[in-house]
């Protein structure tokens, strides 16, 4: 054996035969990898394969029960992820976890604030803060509470944060879920920076291999919590990573997603929603029209308005002008439970802000918006709400404990829940935000056909994407939002390319 084969003897972050179990049920089987210092690894797998739970591992928020890790040839058992950044290796979970109500400045220095012979060192902290800010390009004020911020931007600075400690190996867990666009692009241009210029070690959990290409410099596959691929990046394509990941069946559905749809004529269909020179705060005149059995999809950049505009619709954002007909009668938002009322269901982007209840169960989560509609005479009709919750559960193939608190899901199956929760409203507007983020490659094909199989049931949805494959994939015709407006008719699908998606979202910017 050479001493580059002797486990634990090189530099790096390395993972032997390591295995987690949750009450005896195993989320990491036997995982052996190495992260090198100057080397991005993607991390790849299906939603439950155990990414989350090996990061968490890596980084001593969980204690690992088999196997051991060697950090630089030495053996590590981290009892808590403050000992694992004393160590250098700095982690970005999946769930956000600065304090909104605390000023940027605040979070930035929590927990390890600067105290002179006078107390806090306000100056020093705001001028090193500052300097940080302006290396991530981040124009955000100090004094300002985090909360006015929105969850993308938390995120940015939430990896800024963890990169200026003095940061070796840094482990990101999905950091590009609640980024679009240009945010994206500016993410992975740091990754390559802190690669290159401090030769940081990053291992990047992302579902969307597009961006890990550009990227990774290997690809690490897990498939329910065992490496089954671990190669150079140069020397594997897409499609072989995917069939890795999602088996053969499952992959040739996510391959052909592209294959071009013909789209239906709905001139005769009955209008659903219908919405003229819909004016708010952020949204200056929208016009669209929907029909039973249709999926209109808004296409959009960042702040174009599109979730603005899904929020006005259910009354949670104001309706300053506009004029608004759901089934041929006036509408005027209200609140959320008078937009159920008149047929409206809403999916929200943020699922880790306003979206789950953590601590209750799946069945209970998709119970929510509906419990009254169980209860009798002021009792509650367990067995039926029972019966009613576990069959979307079951529908969208939610993986895991589902009896458990959601909070131990992983992020793609509670994003499922989520959805069962909004067919369980019974609704015949279905307005969905981002529906498949952080969703895995194989589930995402699902949840697409999901979508067509309710439209074909009658009901009308309106999804924001800002994928354009996906908005391809699901809609009949698109909406493209640009500056607080809507600037066409809905396109029919057909006559759309990604190029013209771009090509329109950007012409009018
Ligand atoms: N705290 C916990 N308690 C019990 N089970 C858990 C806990 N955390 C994770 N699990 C289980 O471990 C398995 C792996 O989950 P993990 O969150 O690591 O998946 P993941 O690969 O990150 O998925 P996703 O892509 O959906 O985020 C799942 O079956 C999950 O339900
Ligand atoms: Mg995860």
Redesign the pocket.
């Known amino acids: 054996m050479t001493t580059t084969e002797m486990p634990g003897a090189d530099a790096g972050f390395r993972a032997v035969n390591i295995t987690k179990h949750?009450?005896g049920v195993p989320?990491l089987s036997g995982i052996s990898f190495a992260l090198r210092p100057g080397e991005v690894v993607g991390l790849v797998?299906h939603?439950?394969?155990?990414?989350?739970?090996?990061l968490k591992t890596l980084a001593g928020a969980h204690r690992y029960d088999g196997g051991e890790l060697y950090l630089d040839g030495e053996a590590v058992n981290f009892s808590n992820p403050s000992e694992a950044l004393a160590h250098g290796v700095a982690t970005v979970y999946?769930e956000l976890s600065l304090l909104p109500n605390l000023t940027v400045l605040e979070n930035m220095w929590l927990g390890h604030e600067l105290i002179g012979a006078r107390g806090l060192r306000k100056a020093d902290m705001a001028e090193q803060a500052q300097a940080l800010l302006d290396e991530f390009g981040l124009d955000l004020d100090l004094e300002k509470k985090l909360e006015t911020y929105s969850v993308a931007t938390r995120q940015l600075l939430e990896i800024a944060i963890a990169t200026s400690k003095n940061t070796r190996y840094l482990l990101l867990d999905?950091p590009t879920t609640s980024l679009e666009g240009e945010q994206i692009g500016h993410l992975l241009t740091y990754i390559k920076r802190l690669v290159q210029k401090k030769n940081v070690g990053i291992l990047l959990v992302d579902?969307k291999l597009d961006e890990l290409y550009d990227v990774a410099d290997r690809i690490v596959a897990?498939v329910d919590g065992k490496v089954i691929l671990d190669a150079d990046a140069k020397g594997i394509n897409h499609e072989d990573v995917v069939r890795a990941i999602v088996g053969n069946d499952a992959a040739e559905v996510a391959i052909q997603e592209q294959a071009t749809r013909v789209a239906k004529d709905f001139t005769d269909a009955e209008v659903a929603l219908e919405v003229k020179c819909l004016r708010g705060p952020n949204l200056n005149g929208v016009h669209l029209t929907t029909h039973v059995g249709e999926v209109v999809g808004l296409y959009g950049l960042v702040g174009a308005g599109r979730t603005e505009f899904l929020r006005t619709l259910i009354g949670v954002e104001p309706l300053e002008e506009g004029e608004l007909r759901v089934f041929g009668k006036e509408y005027r938002p209200k609140n959320p439970t008078d937009a159920m009322k008149h047929g409206f269901a809403y999916l929200t982007e943020e699922r880790k802000i306003d979206g789950i209840v953590p601590r209750m169960s799946s069945p209970q989560n998709v119970a929510l918006p509906v419990l009254k509609n169980f209860s009798r005479k002021g009792f509650l009709q367990s067995g039926r709400l029972k019966g009613m919750t576990s069959d979307f559960v079951k529908k969208l193939r939610v993986?895991?404990?589902v009896s458990?608190p959601i909070e131990?899901?992983?992020?793609?199956?509670q994003q499922k829940v989520l959805i069962a929760r909004t067919l369980a409203q019974n609704p015949k507007i279905l307005l969905l935000d981002e529906p498949t983020k952080?969703v895995?490659i194989g589930v995402k094909a699902e949840i697409h056909a999901l979508l067509r199989t309710m439209a074909q049931e009658g009901i009308s949805l309106i999804v924001v994407s800002s994928e354009e494959e996906e908005i391809l994939e699901v809609s009949d015709s698109v909406v493209v939002f640009a500056g607080g407006q809507s600037t066409c008719d809905p396109l029919p699908v057909d006559q759309l390319s990604i190029a013209k998606l771009r090509e329109m979202a950007w012409s009018n910017k």
């Open positions: 949750f009450a989320a797998g939603n439950g394969a155990g990414k989350s739970t090996l999946q999905e579902h897990l993986k895991g404990d458990g131990e899901l992983s992020g793609g199956n952080g895995d």
